[in-house]
């Protein structure tokens, strides 16, 4: 299997943090280091200034785009103005023969500037909203999406959820057992499904529960393979029925159903990649009432059932 190539592409001004991302989940923090190439370019090799001063020393220029399977703009620090035609050429290149092309964050706006994300489904932080929608109104915005794909071009939310970009594009390429170690090394949950709704500016309510609902997530996900009622889970919480839910859904962006089955759905991904077991014991594991009910949530939300999901991570002779 040929190693994907990676190349991140420093710009003057460039996020020390959002730089960084790519650099750790593609490179430091995987424990199969040979499972990504990284490289790094820069539209002019040489030394790059960051946002806080540091350089960044760079050897490729551009012509590494031509050769990248996967190709980050983890950055851009001055979103009114338009890229070189050089970088917007490159990329639009590069995504034409085959290539994925990643915004973390501001770096959405990069792809947009390349006209690569017209008429499609983008996130970029919430706090540029406003601007995004006026300067690309073809371009369709979800300010709720932690990340978004959109026929290899991906997107990501602000700061942190680059992590999850990154991580979601290991998960694609090689499975959630190695997606899980990273993050497991990066000390970060493996796989958040909420949105970033749940971080814009709003007043906190002054009887929030937040401890209540991560010890309540805690429990859950020690106890997934068990039955769930909202009674139930109210009586654990010591809440009723609708204070659980509202406040849930504060904490998490998420129904307490959704947020049950996305977890579920985590853990049968994992048991499917690394066991033998069956799809029945895999349903019963992870918590669904019935292998109908589990083929029926895992192909509505990956497109592919779990036959074929393990077959694709564990080969053609993996046991079904």
């Not at 937040?210 to 068990?226: F, P, Q, V």
């Not at 129904?255 to 077991?277: A, F, N, P, Y």
């Amino acid at each position: 299997m040929t190693v994907p190539v990676v190349a991140v592409i420093a710009t003057a001004g460039v996020s020390t943090f959002h730089f960084s991302v790519p650099c750790i989940v593609f490179g430091k923090a995987l424990p199969e280091p040979d499972r990504f190439d990284l490289q790094i370019c820069a539209e002019t090799p040489g030394n790059v200034l960051s946002d806080i001063g540091l350089f960044i020393n760079v050897k490729h220029g551009l012509a590494l785009l031509e050769k990248a399977d996967i190709i980050v703009v983890p950055f851009w620090d001055r979103p009114e103005e338009k890229p070189s035609p050089a970088l917007l050429s490159a990329l639009k290149a590069a995504w034409r023969r085959g290539a994925e092309v990643v915004g973390l964050c501001l770096g959405t706006y990069v792809l947009a500037y390349a006209g690569l994300l017209e008429n499609r489904r983008a996130a970029t932080h919430w706090e540029y909203e406003k601007d995004f929608t006026e300067r690309f109104p073809q371009v369709h915005l979800d300010t709720n999406a932690l990340y978004i794909t959109d026929e290899r071009l991906t997107t990501s939310a602000g700061t942190a959820a680059g992590i999850d970009c990154c991580l979601s594009i290991v998960r694609d390429r090689y499975g959630s057992v190695l997606a899980n170690k990273v993050a497991r090394r990066m000390v970060m949950p493996p796989y958040r499904e909420g949105g970033q709704a749940q971080y814009i500016e709003r007043p906190v309510p002054e009887t929030t529960r937040d401890n209540a609902i991560n010890e309540l997530i805690g429990y859950l996900r020690r106890n997934l393979e068990r039955p769930h009622t909202i009674d139930s889970l109210a009586a654990f919480c010591n809440m009723s029925r609708r204070t659980l839910t509202r406040h849930f859904f504060a904490a998490t962006g998420l129904t307490l159903s959704d947020w049950l089955i996305g977890e579920r759905l985590q853990r049968s991904q994992v048991l499917l990649e690394s066991t033998d077991h069956s799809i029945e014991v895999v349903a019963a594991m992870s918590g669904f009432q019935s292998p109908v009910s589990f083929r029926q949530n895992f192909k509505h939300r990956f497109a592919v059932s779990p036959s074929e999901w393990r077959r694709a991570f564990r080969g053609p002779d993996a046991l079904l």
